[in-house]
């Protein structure tokens, strides 16, 4: 995975820890291998913003990577529902992820 935490790229592996304060915005990016990772999110509520831009699986099978593009007002409108700014998309890992790729922040 690779994040970005207030401007500086960190590329983490097994094993390894990354903190994003509340106040500096944080991103990441899931590679092609894919992730296993365990958040911890305080104060609770962030998994609201998760729900609210999720849609529910309807089997217990990976989605294929979807080629649409991204509804970048709905993502703002649930962004800013669960106190969070989006603050623009950036490349972390070249042209394939500058659209999906969206860094929050949290409001407050």
Not at 50 to 76: C, F, H, K, N, Y
């Amino acid at each position: 995975m690779t994040f970005e935490v207030g401007g500086t790229t960190i590329a983490a592996s097994a094993g390894d820890m990354v903190f994003g304060s509340r106040d500096v915005p944080h991103s990441y990016v899931v590679g092609d291998a894919g992730s296993r990772m365990l958040p911890f999110l305080t104060p609770g509520g962030f998994e609201e913003l998760v729900r609210g831009m999720s849609v529910p699986a309807t089997s217990r099978t990976l989605v294929p990577p979807s080629d649409d593009e991204p509804d970048l007002e709905q993502i703002a409108a649930v962004a800013k529902t669960n106190g969070c700014e989006m603050l623009g998309c950036r490349s972390l890992l070249g042209d394939r992820h500058q659209r999906l790729t969206t860094r929050l922040h949290h409001v407050g």
